[in-house]
Structures are given as C-alpha cells and as structure tokens.
C-alpha cells in the first residue's frame, strides 16, 4: 500500500510552544488519518522532525510498504535527502530516527512543497498547539 503523507510543525517562537500536523492520504489523494497534537516548547527545525517521526510512524502502522512524504520545511527535506549536514546534535538523533523508520519501507520520496500546498498540515499543528493551550489555561 502507498501514502502520501504531509506533515508540518509549528513553533510560536523558536523555542516556543509547540504541535504537529499530519495528513495520510491514498493513493487516490483522499484522506484517510490526520493527528494533531503538541509537543512542548521546542525550536521549529526539531518539530519539524517530530511531525515526520509521526506521519512515518502512521504509515507504517497503516502497513503502508511505500510513502511519498511532503514537507514545506526545505531543511528537513534537503537533511533527509543528504544534501544538508545535520549539526545540531540534538537533530542528529531525530534524523537517526527518520532514517530508520524510512528502512522500513520498501520505497520512499520526499519533497519540499509551498507552505500553501501543506495548508492542512499546517492547521492540524496550530490546532496541537491552541487545543494544549485552552486545556491549560
């Protein structure tokens, strides 16, 4: 089985307080799992991170064997890619752990897409954040 899987992270300050987004979609672009959820205070690149590690772990549980991911984090995608050094270390173990999980598919793609192309993502990490934020207030 494949999905399309878009994910973002939001970060209200950098660090700041944090959610991710994730759609899972079908072959046929319907849209089958969203997650929104918050992850704490944390920097933008490592949520960023986070929400991949989601949207892979979704897939997989889904028995999914082959993912095209879509981000609109250009670090993200050119890292995974191999484009781009990690040097953040804290960012090399979150990086460790996408590449695993891609091990685990029989095929796999990623691409940078516009932020207005990853719109429900996006909205789906806002709402991680807002839905923590109106529980703790």
Not at 22 to 34: F, G, K
Not at 83 to 92: A, F, G
Request: hydrophobic share 40%; proline share 1%; with cysteine.
């Amino acid at each position: 089985m494949h999905a399309i899987v878009y994910t973002d992270g939001a970060s209200r300050g950098n660090p700041g307080p944090s959610g991710i987004g994730v759609v899972v979609r079908n072959e046929s672009h319907d849209v089958i799992e969203t997650y929104a959820g918050y992850v704490g205070v944390t920097t933008n690149n490592h949520v960023e991170y986070q929400a991949l590690i989601k949207g892979l772990q979704m897939a997989l549980a889904r028995g999914c064997t082959e993912v095209s991911l879509r981000l609109d984090s250009q670090v993200v995608v050119r890292q995974v890619l191999g484009e781009y050094r990690v040097k953040d270390t804290r960012l090399e173990l979150l990086h460790a752990w996408v590449m695993d999980l891609l091990g685990r598919f029989d095929r796999w793609e990623i691409a940078h897409v516009r932020r207005e192309m990853n719109a429900f993502a996006d909205k789906l990490a806002n709402d991680g954040i807002d839905n923590h934020l109106k529980v703790g207030a």
